[in-house]
């Protein structure tokens, strides 16, 4: 890692005239054009997505042909042709290259998918996207892969259509993500996957802590929120998420200050001060408890060992 930056780059949606948030779909960097008679091609992702960034919306990685990397928040996935890969808002990641790809980036926000689809499972229950228990890579034979390449030409062709019904686009996302949905629950029962279904405070509690772990660190600022006694709340995360709720919610606080301290030049210090945690000592101290390094010898090992 030869240049650090201060912050790690986030990258947002292109604004839009439409009061309704846009769905964008592009190509991989280095992907052959996908419709060369087309008059209006398919547009290469503008973003680098050889480096660590992160983003403020959803992406779906439609991933036809192509060998590399993919890393998504310390964890590596080795791609080896046809996948479907899903990120949620802050999550850092970058892909290696090793081989061109083919196939399309879906980006879209929350709002877009639930402006056109207001009766579908909310986002942060899909196994993909759920906290804590994300299935972030499903593989894909090849009955599902030319499954997916139909719907996902289909989204491009009216993507790219400007008199396209917008309606239309935000359907076919719906489906799309219906049908990942089943995918993604058939290879969970296919590993003997326990408690696959979660219950609904526990989603409800999840999504808070996803949205707000920065600003609420405590359990009863969660459970006031629920409607529920934080010793309830807590049993009830232990149950179906493995860990009490204080547990949980300092792990989503430590994932954070584990970005910062290997893709930024934070101090340790300044690292705490950016997740609330006023006390630097009491953060080198809970940091070393649960990784049991302190902040900055995590951030040498990890650096060392290739990011």
């Known amino acids: 890692?030869?240049?650090?930056?201060?912050?790690?780059?986030?990258?947002?949606?292109?604004?839009?005239?439409?009061r309704v948030p846009a769905l964008k779909i592009f190509r991989f960097k280095n992907s052959i054009n996908i419709n060369k008679e087309s008059p209006i091609s398919l547009p290469?992702?503008?973003?680098?997505t050889d480096t660590p960034h992160r983003h403020t919306y959803y992406e779906i990685l439609f991933i036809e042909e192509g060998q590399g990397f993919h890393e998504i928040d310390f964890h590596s996935y080795n791609i080896q042709g046809s996948g479907l890969h899903f990120l949620t808002p802050g999550?850092?990641?970058?892909?290696?290259?090793?081989?061109?790809?083919?196939?399309?980036?879906?980006?879209?926000?929350?709002?877009?998918?639930?402006?056109?689809?207001?009766?579908?499972?909310?986002?942060?229950?899909?196994?993909?996207?759920?906290?804590?228990?994300?299935?972030?890579?499903?593989t894909l034979s090849e009955?599902?892969?030319?499954?997916?390449?139909?719907?996902?030409?289909?989204?491009?062709?009216?993507?790219l259509n400007s008199e396209a019904d917008q309606t239309l686009i935000g359907r076919y996302l719906g489906l799309l993500l219906q049908k990942c949905g089943l995918l993604a629950q058939r290879n969970a029962e296919s590993q003997e996957s326990a408690m696959l279904t979660i219950p609904e405070l526990v989603g409800r509690f999840q999504e808070l802590v996803e949205k707000n772990f920065l600003?609420?660190?405590?359990?009863?600022?969660?459970?006031?929120?629920?409607?529920?006694?934080?010793?309830?709340?807590?049993?009830?995360?232990?149950?179906?998420?493995?860990?009490?709720?204080?547990?949980?919610?300092?792990?989503?606080?430590?994932?954070?200050?584990?970005?910062?301290?290997?893709?930024?030049?934070?101090?340790?210090?300044?690292?705490?001060?950016?997740?609330?945690?006023?006390?630097?000592?009491?953060?080198?101290?809970?940091?070393?408890?649960?990784?049991?390094?302190?902040?900055?010898?995590?951030?040498?090992?990890?650096?060392?060992?290739?990011?």
């Not at 980036?105 to 228990?133: G, H, K, M, W």
Request: avoid cysteine.
């Open 215 to 307: 600003i609420k660190h405590e359990v009863q600022q969660y459970a006031q929120e629920l409607s529920v006694s934080p010793d309830y709340l807590s049993k009830i995360t232990k149950k179906y998420l493995g860990t009490p709720s204080q547990e949980y919610i300092l792990d989503k606080l430590l994932l954070e200050a584990k970005r910062l301290l290997v893709f930024t030049n934070l101090s340790s210090k300044e690292v705490a001060y950016h997740i609330h945690l006023d006390d630097p000592s009491y953060f080198s101290r809970i940091f070393k408890r649960k990784t049991g390094l302190t902040p900055n010898e995590y951030r040498d090992q990890v650096r060392k060992s290739a990011i």
């Open 143 to 159: 009955s599902d892969k030319h499954y997916f390449h139909n719907i996902l030409e289909n989204m491009v062709a009216d993507h």
């Open 1 to 18: 890692m030869t240049s650090v930056p201060d912050s790690i780059p986030i990258h947002s949606l292109p604004k839009t005239p439409s």
């Open 44 to 48: 290469i992702t503008p973003l680098p």
């Open 91 to 138: 999550q850092v990641h970058l892909l290696t290259f090793s081989t061109s790809f083919q196939g399309y980036i879906v980006a879209f926000s929350e709002d877009f998918y639930t402006f056109y689809n207001p009766v579908n499972q909310p986002l942060s229950q899909l196994p993909f996207f759920q906290p804590a228990r994300r299935q972030p890579i499903i």
